[in-house]
């Protein structure tokens, strides 16, 4: 059977009414809900690996998970000790989490002898806040030792939430914002 040609605007009326969502307009499908490509942004910039990189996130969150949006940043933080995967929670509350697994450290790199920490624990170490055309730096003491590119917990104050940050040189952590 031959079907005689459609005119284009036709085809937007029949897919308006078979598909709502596809009439809406851009972006307001997504009000309330967490976009799965900047949770892939807030991890890379967590582990400071690309997707799919050694040590980066194995695969870009699944693009059908309908999250609530966050009125805060998410808290990424390690799960494990062998940094596996990574614990991505919304502060809200009442907030959702979900685990992103990290893909895995070539085998040559496994078998190396882990590099001695540049940074100890109780140390006074220098916090640096980077993003894309600033920089903020500030006091902090290291709650973790950490070799050149770890990832360490910091703190800025006695009572203050520690954050993760990134081991630059001896005296130096970074955090990075995209």
């Known amino acids: 059977m031959i079907m005689p040609p459609v005119h284009p605007s036709r085809l937007r009326f029949f897919a308006a009414m078979l598909f709502p969502a596809v009439a809406l307009a851009p972006g307001v499908h997504a009000q309330g809900i967490e976009d799965p490509a900047a949770i892939d942004r807030d991890v890379a910039?967590?582990?400071?690996?690309?997707?799919?990189?050694p040590g980066g996130a194995a695969r870009v969150v699944d693009r059908r998970l309908r999250l609530a949006a966050c009125s805060a940043p998410l808290a990424l933080s390690w799960r494990g000790d062998a940094h596996a995967s990574i614990l991505v929670e919304c502060p809200d509350a009442g907030g959702w989490h979900i685990y992103v697994a990290t893909a895995a450290q070539p085998a040559s790199a496994a078998r190396q002898?882990?590099?001695?920490?540049?940074?100890?624990?109780?140390?006074?170490?220098?916090?640096?806040?980077?993003?894309?055309?600033?920089?903020?730096?500030?006091?902090?003491?290291?709650?973790?030792?950490?070799?050149?590119?770890?990832?360490?917990?910091?703190?800025?104050?006695?009572?203050?939430?520690?954050?993760?940050?990134?081991?630059?040189?001896?005296?130096?952590?970074?955090?990075?914002?995209?």
């Open 45 to 53: 910039a967590f582990t400071g690996q690309p997707i799919g990189a």
């Open 113 to 178: 002898a882990p590099a001695a920490p540049v940074i100890e624990r109780g140390q006074g170490v220098t916090v640096a806040v980077t993003g894309d055309g600033f920089s903020v730096s500030q006091s902090a003491e290291a709650l973790e030792s950490g070799a050149v590119g770890a990832w360490i917990r910091v703190r800025t104050q006695p009572k203050a939430d520690p954050v993760q940050a990134q081991v630059v040189r001896p005296g130096l952590v970074v955090v990075r914002i995209e």
